[in-house]
């Protein structure tokens, strides 16, 4: 009994270490804003400070280069969505006709898939540079737009989803009722497929609004940052953290976090919205051993 | 790499009849497979060439590799990531898998889901938020947990900077934004066990230790090793956090820390493509030797199951 006990504890223990460890930052960041400069550093840090506050750091953020982070937040919008959409294109019928119908090659491209798949992205950006760099095209929204298109998981999600989900007979039934390709695609399975396209949706949308490294090199100019290249901006402009370059802005630690907080806000209500969607999408896939 | 093909292809005879889709397979695929070119397979292909050869193109055999080996600034930058990866890696699959055994077990469902979600929430915080929050949090003089820092010794940002602390840092970060994603997904593979399964166990006199490690881990290892292979992938690429670390630091962190970044300053302060092609070809080989292990060792991709 003693023993069980004590296993009971310590399971106890960690779990609400974990939890602090999780939520401790979050919920600092939350409050940041709700205190000067200075505040942050005398007050106790979990205590709130006024709205005030928080209007005062608005103002001072979407001053700061005439509101360039409106800019920077339709741009990641634009870059997210756009290749989202490109995304969505692309990787739905290829993983598709991946899983149900046969042609020559799709075993090739079914490995090829998976080894791009593990292959770590960012060693690829550098020659990606050289190779937009050629076409002409850095420094467009097309050398954002197109590389966040392209999406392996995402096809090997959907590959995976309709081999196991979406039984061959069904496709053969439609095609001797004398349906085209197109048709059973569009009318059987596209509606099955739901799910996976949530799921796809999700992690590209996710990955392309906190992607940092393409945007990073490849546009030059401020107007053209996403959030995510902006907040690198802010931070050198932080006189907590650069007091050299920073000096004389007004860009202080709670302008920074309120920054962070609306860099973060679309993705933070997808999750709210899609955790249990994404977890049912997520294990469809891997029920049938 | 076709040992990542799980049959070899059987002699099926001849059994292309229109009866499988046709024409319409390549052209469904046709999309993805334009892009894959342009940016998996051409960009392979061009940091291959670039390694192999110098600004004139002239094909100089493995002179960039030996000429990047020899730069004072390598060696220490794979040492570097290497930590990193290993506390990362021992972190994130000791840790979820423990948490949702833990999760799943004997306990309330109400907490269980509740513990989940907060667990989650710093998921969203990923890239360059997650490090933003993290300076204020190694921060002595704003963070939350400064007696704790100080308790262990450190008074200002400088000391928790310190050289050898950085891989630590950093892989607290990636647990911190990765870890309750992959909880909540192996607690949902663990969902997917049979009741009567581990009734069966309970039967045969198993604790709910000793279901969990002959019962409920082996039957979620496919889930364990996917999870491996992309925080593998992923803790490789390691470039954003210790260059924003070292922008926020006033250059107390190494400018070239990752590997990751050694290639960026090499491409981009130096001009010198081959080089940085050749430490991105390094990164890439290990990545996929890596991933290629664990899954040739553990079955995951399945690509054909006919």
Request: cysteine-free; proline content about 6%; overall charge positive.
């Amino acid at each position: 009994m003693t023993r069980r006990a004590v296993t009971f504890l310590v399971v106890g223990l960690v779990l609400a270490l974990l939890l602090v460890f999780f939520v401790l930052p979050a919920l600092w960041l939350l409050l940041a804003p709700t205190k000067t400069a200075s505040e942050l550093v005398s007050d106790s840090p979990l205590a709130f400070g006024s709205f005030g506050n928080v209007v005062r750091a608005w103002q001072h953020l979407t001053g700061f280069e005439n509101g360039v982070l409106f800019t920077w937040l339709r741009n990641s919008a634009v870059y997210s969505i756009g290749a989202l959409i490109l995304t969505l294109v692309t990787s739905i019928p290829a993983g598709y006709a991946l899983a149900l119908t046969k042609f020559r090659g799709r075993k090739l491209l079914l490995t090829v898939t998976l080894i791009v798949m593990i292959m770590p992205s960012a060693a690829l950006v550098l020659p990606i540079f050289l190779e937009l760099n050629l076409a002409g095209l850095v420094g467009t929204v097309w050398s954002i737009i197109l590389p966040f298109s392209f999406y392996p998981f995402g096809v090997y999600l959907v590959y995976i989803y309709f081999a196991t989900s979406l039984p061959r007979d069904l496709l053969s039934a439609a095609r001797l009722d004398g349906a085209t390709e197109w048709q059973i695609f569009a009318r059987v399975g596209l509606p099955l497929a739901k799910p996976v396209v949530g799921l796809v949706a999700f992690f590209s949308f996710v990955g392309n609004w906190n992607n940092f490294f393409l945007p990073y090199l490849v546009l030059p100019g401020s107007d053209q940052f996403p959030i995510q290249v902006g907040l690198n901006q802010l931070l050198s402009s932080t006189p907590s953290f650069n007091p050299v370059a920073g000096a004389g802005l007004d860009i202080t630690s709670p302008e920074l976090a309120l920054a962070v907080i609306i860099a973060i806000l679309p993705v933070l209500v997808l999750f709210l919205f899609s955790q249990r969607t994404l977890v049912s999408g997520m294990l469809a896939g891997s029920t049938k051993e | 790499m076709t040992t990542l093909v799980a049959a070899p292809d059987r002699p099926r005879g001849r059994r292309r009849r229109s009866g499988e889709g046709g024409f319409s397979g390549p052209l469904f695929v046709s999309g993805y497979v334009i892009l894959l070119l342009a940016f998996g397979v051409l960009p392979t292909l061009y940091a291959v060439y670039l390694a192999f050869t110098n600004v004139r193109g002239q094909f100089t055999g493995i002179n960039q590799f030996t000429r990047v080996f020899q730069d004072f600034r390598f060696g220490p930058a794979f040492v570097n990531i290497v930590a990193y990866l290993v506390i990362w890696l021992v972190l994130i699959v000791v840790l979820t898998v423990a948490v949702a055994v833990v999760l799943r077990g004997r306990m309330p469902a109400r907490l269980s889901t509740t513990l989940r979600f907060l667990y989650y929430i710093p998921g969203a915080l990923a890239g360059v938020a997650s490090i933003l929050v993290w300076l204020f949090m190694l921060d002595p003089s704003v963070s939350p947990v400064n007696w704790l820092l100080k308790a262990l010794g450190f008074g200002t940002f400088a000391q928790v900077l310190a050289p050898g602390h950085l891989s630590l840092i950093f892989a607290l970060i990636a647990f911190w934004t990765g870890a309750g994603g992959w909880i909540v997904v192996m607690y949902g593979a663990l969902d997917n066990i049979s009741t009567e399964v581990l009734e069966a166990a309970r039967i045969d006199g198993a604790g709910p230790w000793r279901t969990a490690i002959h019962i409920q881990i082996p039957m979620i290892r496919k889930w364990i090793v996917y999870m491996a292979i992309l925080a593998f992938a992923a803790g490789t690429q390691l470039f954003v956090e210790p260059q924003l670390l070292q922008t926020a630091s006033l250059g107390r962190v190494s400018p070239t820390w990752s590997p990751n970044q050694l290639a960026y300053v090499y491409a981009f302060q130096r001009g010198d493509f081959n080089g940085a092609a050749a430490i991105s070809l390094v990164l890439l080989v290990l990545g996929l030797i890596v991933a290629g292990l664990l899954v040739t060792r553990s079955g995951l991709f399945k690509v054909d199951e006919q």
